[in-house]
């Protein structure tokens, strides 16, 4: 029996609104939104004269691990320690993401996710986010170079199945041979086709986006960048409205101004911020493996020997802040950002807004966007 709760005196944002009222959760969903609500309740949060946010829970789309565990471990015990893990972060729900690695490995990483469940004290799994290994070798960045292969439809339907139909994006450089077949056949099929670790030239990306490529992996990052007679990946996916692209923010896989020029270029309702981090998230500094590689995680970031980023150590809300550092966004415009866009793509009609009827998917933040508490599905997760 899921708990009646009644939130207080709040400012309750979304990607289109902001109010300050009252909100009423029962059964893990969002029954009513007014003022002074005089309602019985299990329990009260009140927010009065503590200047509290209240914007629906963070999503994140493109992540390896956390607190020690990684997505292609390919256990129950991987996929619930990165679950409990995130929520301390305000992400509610999130789309655990393979790296390029032996078939065996990746279809080991997709049965586990078919058959997964999550506990009310977890952040949601919402299906899987596939990266590589349908990528360019020139820029295979942390994705290892020996695993990358060529596009096969008849290869990824049969993972799709695997998974039980639980593969929502995927990240595939189109150029290569075959990739404009695939980018056309997955996109009909419903999965969210992002252009990533690709050498594509504009005239590639614009026939990819003619297909049904919708997003860009990580902007910036492992991509042909900008350049005043060929604008690459870069330039083209700044360019195109119909493309959202993914952010990390963390200031080390992308500066401050290269961040605002995003933003200024594409607005925040094409921008997804994801953390794209890795089991090192929330553990100290030192050695961790990535994909059966060693990663060396300092204050300057996660990196391979090589010298190659290797994922982030970035969270969710640290993102949120840097974002609003960067370019003195609203309130609105990180709903948008952090949970609102990815909720779109996913075709997610119950998440990524505070609605009534909608899931009871909250972060409540203090005015300097610290979480004090995360509720997924109508159940407080965490408490600062």
């Given at each position: 029996?899921?708990q009646?709760i009644l939130?207080s005196?709040?400012?309750?944002v979304?990607y289109d609104?902001?109010c300050i009222?009252d909100?009423?959760i029962?059964e893990?969903k969002?029954e009513?939104?007014?003022?002074a609500?005089?309602?019985e309740a299990?329990v009260?949060?009140?927010?009065?004269?503590k200047?509290?946010?209240?914007?629906?829970?963070?999503?994140?789309?493109h992540?390896h691990?956390?607190a020690?565990f990684?997505?292609?471990?390919a256990?129950e015990e991987?996929?619930?320690g990165?679950?409990?893990?995130?929520?301390?972060?305000g992400?509610?729900?999130?789309?655990p993401t393979?790296i390029?690695?032996?078939?065996e490995?990746?279809e080991?990483?997709?049965k586990n996710?078919?058959?997964?469940?999550?506990?009310?004290?977890?952040?949601?799994?919402?299906g899987i986010h596939?990266?590589?290994p349908?990528?360019s070798?020139?820029w295979?960045?942390?994705?290892p170079?020996?695993?990358?292969?060529?596009p096969?439809v008849?290869?990824f339907?049969?993972?799709q199945q695997?998974?039980?139909?639980?593969i929502?994006q995927?990240t595939?450089a189109?150029?290569?041979?075959g990739g404009?077949?695939f980018?056309q056949?997955m996109?009909?099929?419903?999965?969210?086709?992002s252009i990533?670790?690709s050498?594509?030239?504009?005239?590639?990306?614009e026939?990819?986006v003619?297909?049904?490529a919708k997003?860009?992996?990580?902007?910036?990052?492992q991509m042909?960048?900008?350049?005043?007679?060929?604008?690459?990946?870069?330039?083209?996916?700044?360019m195109?409205d119909?493309m959202?692209v993914?952010?990390?923010v963390?200031y080390?896989?992308?500066?401050t101004?290269?961040?605002n020029?995003?933003?200024r270029?594409?607005g925040?309702?094409?921008?997804?911020?994801?953390?794209?981090?890795?089991?090192a998230?929330?553990?100290?500094?030192?050695?961790y493996?990535?994909g059966?590689?060693t990663v060396?995680v300092t204050?300057?970031?996660a990196?391979?020997s090589?010298?190659?980023?290797?994922?982030s150590?970035?969270?969710?809300d640290?993102?949120?802040r840097?974002?609003k550092?960067?370019?003195n966004c609203s309130l609105?415009?990180?709903?948008?950002m952090?949970?609102?866009n990815?909720?779109k793509?996913?075709g997610?009609?119950?998440?990524g807004y505070?609605?009534?009827?909608?899931?009871?998917?909250?972060?409540?933040?203090?005015?300097?966007?610290n979480v004090q508490k995360?509720?997924?599905?109508?159940?407080?997760?965490f408490?600062n």
């Amino acid at each position: 029996m899921k708990q009646t709760i009644l939130i207080s005196n709040v400012t309750i944002v979304n990607y289109d609104q902001e109010c300050i009222g009252d909100l009423l959760i029962r059964e893990g969903k969002i029954e009513q939104i007014g003022q002074a609500l005089q309602v019985e309740a299990d329990v009260y949060i009140d927010g009065t004269s503590k200047n509290w946010i209240v914007m629906p829970g963070f999503i994140d789309m493109h992540i390896h691990g956390s607190a020690g565990f990684d997505m292609m471990d390919a256990t129950e015990e991987a996929l619930r320690g990165i679950s409990r893990s995130l929520v301390k972060e305000g992400t509610t729900s999130y789309l655990p993401t393979t790296i390029t690695q032996a078939v065996e490995a990746i279809e080991a990483a997709l049965k586990n996710v078919s058959t997964f469940v999550n506990n009310e004290d977890e952040a949601e799994v919402l299906g899987i986010h596939v990266e590589g290994p349908y990528i360019s070798t020139k820029w295979a960045g942390a994705q290892p170079v020996e695993h990358i292969t060529e596009p096969s439809v008849e290869q990824f339907l049969n993972w799709q199945q695997l998974s039980g139909n639980r593969i929502k994006q995927v990240t595939v450089a189109p150029e290569i041979s075959g990739g404009f077949e695939f980018v056309q056949v997955m996109s009909k099929e419903g999965i969210v086709v992002s252009i990533g670790h690709s050498d594509a030239n504009s005239e590639e990306v614009e026939k990819a986006v003619q297909l049904g490529a919708k997003q860009a992996t990580h902007l910036y990052n492992q991509m042909r960048p900008f350049h005043h007679r060929e604008p690459g990946v870069v330039g083209s996916v700044l360019m195109e409205d119909r493309m959202q692209v993914e952010i990390i923010v963390d200031y080390i896989h992308s500066h401050t101004r290269a961040v605002n020029f995003a933003y200024r270029l594409k607005g925040a309702e094409e921008i997804i911020l994801i953390t794209d981090a890795m089991r090192a998230k929330g553990l100290e500094y030192g050695d961790y493996d990535l994909g059966g590689q060693t990663v060396h995680v300092t204050e300057k970031g996660a990196h391979l020997s090589s010298g190659a980023l290797a994922g982030s150590i970035l969270t969710m809300d640290q993102a949120v802040r840097n974002m609003k550092l960067s370019t003195n966004c609203s309130l609105k415009e990180l709903v948008s950002m952090s949970s609102t866009n990815a909720a779109k793509q996913l075709g997610l009609s119950h998440k990524g807004y505070i609605g009534e009827g909608y899931d009871a998917d909250l972060v409540i933040l203090d005015m300097e966007l610290n979480v004090q508490k995360t509720i997924c599905r109508g159940n407080i997760v965490f408490e600062n």
